[in-house]
């Protein structure tokens, strides 16, 4: 079975509004990361997130180990936030990862 | 100014010849690993390497052979290409291996097997 499940799959937004985006691990987990992924392909960390809150701008990051979940918030979306974002699991030194949440932001 | 190269950014090869793609990390880490992408599907783990020496291996092919020729390379030779190959592959990096480490990919090599 697939370890990472994130959702929504894909979210449309209009400039300004938020968004979160979840991460639902099925097996322990030692860290995470949430990546974005530009149009194109290259992959960008956003935050290597092992538990907590972190914040970076308008993007914030909660992971909870216990309930095995992580959530990205973007605040105040812009057009340019529109890629896919994907959420990585760090379990038993291996790296899974979920499928992305696709996201669109129009003007 | 990347940090991890990959070589080529694109690439074409024709079903059954052989193809190697290159990737140099410059950010001193010790830990290099290979991912693939294909369309409509999550980023696959291919292959872990530590110190020049294979960790992982989650490839269920033979035609796929990581080489390391210094700490800071890991290619890919594949074999007998077939169309289902076709993917775009990405190059990563960490400090070390295991699970406390952040992972740092390059932009990819994309590969058209026809």
């Known amino acids: 079975g697939q370890q990472v499940q994130q959702s929504p799959a894909s979210l449309v937004l209009q400039e300004g509004e938020n968004a979160e985006l979840q991460c639902n691990f099925s097996?322990?987990?030692?860290?995470m990361q949430w990546f974005y992924q530009r149009p194109g392909g290259s992959l960008v960390s956003l935050f290597y997130n092992p538990s907590g809150t972190k914040h970076s701008g308008r993007l914030t990051s909660t992971t909870v180990i216990k309930e095995r979940r992580s959530s990205l918030h973007i605040s105040s979306s812009q057009t340019t936030d529109s890629g896919t974002y994907l959420c990585a699991l760090y379990s038993n030194n291996r790296i899974f990862f979920g499928d992305g949440t696709q996201l669109v932001v129009k003007p | 100014d990347p940090k991890i190269i990959q070589k080529p950014k694109y690439l074409v090869a024709v079903t059954g010849s052989e193809k190697i793609l290159i990737c140099e990390q410059y950010?001193?880490?010790?830990?290099m690993y290979w991912y693939r992408q294909s369309a409509k599907k999550p980023l696959e783990f291919m292959f872990s390497?530590?110190?020049?020496?294979?960790?992982d291996n989650q490839t269920a092919s033979s035609r796929f052979q990581p080489q390391s020729s210094k700490k800071n390379h890991l290619d890919l030779q594949i074999t007998a290409l077939k169309p289902d190959d076709s993917a775009t592959y990405f190059c990563a990096s960490s400090p070390q291996g295991g699970s406390q480490n952040t992972l740092y990919f390059g932009a990819g090599t994309r590969l058209s097997v026809l």
């Open positions: 097996t322990s987990l030692n860290s």
């Open positions: 950010l001193g880490h010790n830990a």
């Open positions: 390497y530590s110190y020049q020496k294979l960790m």
